[in-house]
């Protein structure tokens, strides 16, 4: 390249070259096409009595199309380079609406410009945009939000979660809708605006492994450090508890009628925590009912102001 140019200059700075340029540019014939040129894209057409446009108008029309064109795709690319390829695939729907959009808005500017009237097109168009934003509020509130979950990854694909207190395992995310299937093998199709309105709970964002807490409570009469052997030696036997983080039990209260305990454990599935937690509830029954441990029940007493025997 740097040969050519030097080349080009070589040519252009001899007499005989820079003579010959100037002879085209000033001959008669030249200078003559030229205008002719100038005249033909500037000639007006005329359709009706409001619209009019000349061959510029069409050049000008045709290279501002080429020019969105050329917007879009790189804007698409920009985009599309940080998302993977499932999410490219739902993004696609939505990325040739924006096209269609963008082209609609385009031509109206250009027929604008061009000198047909569309007033009446944007005043037609705002009030219908007006209501179809209305009816659709909820519809639009489910995109933008699907959109927001796709890019910064807030829920993923296999998370398992709890909104407005269901639980479930995310099967698949769209921009509309997330579904999720919950531990009775249920369904759950979630809006995605609830993602952004209601308080969410991602189980397993920090990992798979997740604690889980088992109550118990224990008469006042038993050993505190005797309840706390036989809670760790039953999780350390079971084989769905890990041995890292370690079970521990923590001495939680004094309740109204029981000594309250939780014991603590670790688990690495955590949408299959219940079973566990209940195949611990039988082997802690079981424990304490053959050392002789009472699981208490809530009871009260009645003092009479009267002896019962006086009463009707």
């Not at 007499?15 to 040129?37: A, W």
């Not at 796709?150 to 995310?173: A, H, P, Y």
């Amino acid at each position: 390249m740097l040969v050519l140019f030097f080349f080009f200059i070589a040519i252009f700075s001899h007499p005989l070259t820079r003579m010959g340029f100037v002879f085209i540019v000033t001959s008669p014939i030249i200078m003559n096409l030229i205008n002719k040129f100038i005249d033909l894209l500037n000639y007006k057409f005329t359709i009706g009595s409001s619209v009019s446009f000349t061959p510029k108008t069409v050049l000008f029309v045709i290279l501002v199309l080429l020019l969105t064109n050329f917007m879009l795709k790189i804007l698409r690319k920009l985009l599309f380079r940080t998302l993977s390829n499932d999410t490219r695939v739902k993004f696609k729907s939505l990325f040739s609406f924006i096209n269609y959009f963008v082209y609609i808005v385009v031509a109206l500017i250009i027929l604008q410009n061009v000198g047909v009237d569309v007033t009446a097109i944007f005043a037609a168009s705002a009030a219908l945009l007006v209501g179809v934003g209305l009816a659709l509020q909820t519809f639009i509130q489910d995109i933008i939000s699907g959109i927001f979950i796709l890019v910064d990854k807030s829920v993923l694909v296999g998370d398992i979660i709890e909104v407005d207190g269901q639980i479930g395992q995310v099967e698949n995310i769209k921009l509309r809708t997330t579904r999720a299937v919950t531990r009775e093998n249920k369904v759950l199709i979630i809006p995605n605006h609830k993602f952004l309105t209601s308080t969410l709970f991602n189980w397993t964002e920090n990992g798979i492994i997740t604690k889980e807490i088992v109550n118990v409570g224990v008469a006042y009469k038993s050993n505190p450090k005797e309840i706390e052997q036989i809670l760790l030696k039953i999780a350390q036997d079971h084989d769905k508890v890990l041995s890292s983080p370690e079970p521990f039990v923590l001495f939680n209260d004094f309740g109204d009628s029981a000594l309250l305990f939780q014991l603590y454990i670790a688990v690495d599935s955590s949408f299959a925590a219940n079973i566990v937690k209940s195949d611990l509830r039988y082997t802690i029954f079981e424990a304490f009912e053959k050392e002789g441990i009472e699981i208490p029940f809530p009871q009260r007493t009645l003092t009479f102001a009267n002896s019962p025997t006086t009463l009707k």
